[in-house]
């Protein structure tokens, strides 16, 4: 049973690659929103620093997992049990437990749901979609695709996407929580470093928000408030 979850390991590691990944270069300091908070100047400044790093924890999360899982199923091989013996904390029966449970379908259905429409987001953008808050040269107010339901629908994307990864780690049945992994010193501390990053990001995109709403409104003025009267929410629909 266990093999059956490596497609969907690697497909959440390509879906949390794509969200964590720039399409495009990074914005020069002084093509940059002005008038944006000290927070938001900080995080513009770092956020691909920051993506590199939960890139690297998704990867890693979901790699390690197709390993022992790999590995269990070829337990005689010398380098199964080198895996085996560093991934495993406890006898390698333990692998037997790692299997897919309903919370791993779920957060693989939300963590995909959310990679894929932040892609969506990518594409309708083309080349506006920055890391950076800016108006580029010949920015145009865009409105179709998933622009037509939130405001900001890659921020939506990218909240759910590393929701559904992290249920997807944790879930019973995942090889972090049946192999002992999550009751070491160091699962713990990559545990709550995926909690404190997702929470950083997440506030970091709520409070960028509506800062990116000030700079579009200056810049499109009534095209921008006809814009937001049809659509009126930000990130989630009937919520905000």
């Not at 390509?14 to 969200?19: A, C, I, P, T």
């Not at 160091?186 to 995109?205: E, R």
């Not at 700079?215 to 814009?227: D, I, N, T």
Request: aromatic fraction near 14%.
């Amino acid at each position: 049973m266990s093999l059956v979850k490596i497609p969907f390991l690697v497909a959440g590691a390509v879906g949390g690659y794509v969200v964590m990944t720039a399409p495009n270069a990074k914005v020069p300091v002084e093509q940059r929103a002005k008038g944006v908070s000290a927070f938001e100047r900080f995080f513009s400044a770092t956020a691909r620093l920051y993506t590199l790093g939960f890139k690297a924890l998704i990867l890693s999360g979901s790699i390690l997992e197709v390993l022992v899982i790999g590995a269990s199923h070829f337990p005689a091989h010398p380098l199964s049990q080198k895996i085996l013996d560093a991934l495993v904390v406890g006898p390698y029966s333990l692998t037997r437990r790692i299997t897919i449970s309903p919370l791993f379908v779920a957060g693989a259905a939300i963590g995909y749901f959310g990679a894929y429409f932040r892609w969506q987001c990518y594409r309708t953008l083309g080349r506006l979609f920055t890391f950076e808050v800016s108006i580029r040269e010949g920015h145009k107010l865009i409105t179709a695709g998933p622009y037509q339901y939130t405001r900001h629908p890659a921020y939506t994307g990218s909240i759910l996407s590393t929701i559904g990864l992290g249920l997807m780690y944790i879930a019973p049945g995942s090889w972090i929580r049946e192999c002992g992994i999550l009751a070491t010193r160091g699962g713990k501390i990559a545990a709550w470093t995926y909690v404190a990053a997702f929470l950083y990001g997440s506030a970091s995109l709520f409070q960028r928000a509506p800062q990116e709403d000030v700079v579009l409104k200056k810049h499109f003025g009534e095209e921008w408030e006809a814009y937001a009267k049809r659509v009126p929410y930000r990130i989630f629909p009937f919520i905000y």
